[in-house]
């Protein structure tokens, strides 16, 4: 089983970013939870959800030492960090986490300049996107065309097709 946390501020699609990898999942035949928490504020509150993804049935959708957190804000580091299994992965803004701050030296720490190259690929709001593109690249857990359709799908469903996402998952994959 996997687990994994996404967190970061309300508005940065940190729930759009767990939904993308719950449905990626699914479509692969996986089992998957998909359980978000987030505060009364809609822009700029914390926000935050745990995926599981496993063969078979998942019991809980809690995850007390998940083996991926993405963080897309220093708070998300400070509030996870502590609670990744060893050896697992802690992906992060470091467009939003400060440059000298230090990490557990058993972990992978995947320091990615998300909000940076969202913004240069005239996407503002696809950081979350390159946050993917680098979780497909390092875990393999998806291939980048696994996520990109999901990607493609689900904005299409709500009317938004961009071509820039796929921009950003590529951008996110190379680093």
Same mark, same amino acid.
């Given at each position: 089983m996997v687990e994994m946390i996404c967190a970061g501020f309300g508005g940065q699609g940190v729930l759009t970013t767990g939904l993308i990898i719950a449905h990626a999942a699914m479509m692969l035949g996986k089992e998957i939870t998909w359980y978000p928490s987030y505060g009364s504020e !809609?822009?700029?509150g914390t926000a935050n959800c745990t995926i599981k993804i496993n063969d078979g049935a998942i019991a809980s959708p809690v995850s007390k030492h998940p083996d991926i957190v993405c963080a897309l804000n220093a708070p998300a580091v400070d509030k996870f960090e502590s609670r990744i &299994? +060893?050896?697992?992965?802690?992906?992060l803004n470091a467009s939003l986490v400060p440059a000298d701050r230090t990490y557990r030296d058993d972990i992978? #720490? /995947? &320091?990615? +300049? !998300?909000?940076?190259? @969202? !913004?240069?690929?005239g996407n503002a &709001?696809? =950081?979350?996107? #390159?946050?993917?593109? @680098? /979780? =497909? @690249?390092?875990?393999?857990?998806?291939?980048l065309e696994e996520l990109d359709e999901q990607v493609t799908a689900y904005f299409a469903k709500k009317g938004k097709i961009n071509p820039q996402n796929s921009a950003c998952l590529a951008a996110g994959a190379r680093l």
């Open positions: !809609m822009r700029g &299994k +060893p050896d697992g992965y802690l992906f992978h #720490v /995947v &320091k990615v +300049p !998300m909000s940076e190259i @969202a !913004m240069e690929l &709001k696809g =950081a979350n996107l #390159v946050l993917l593109g @680098a /979780v =497909a @690249a390092h875990t393999g857990l998806f291939t």
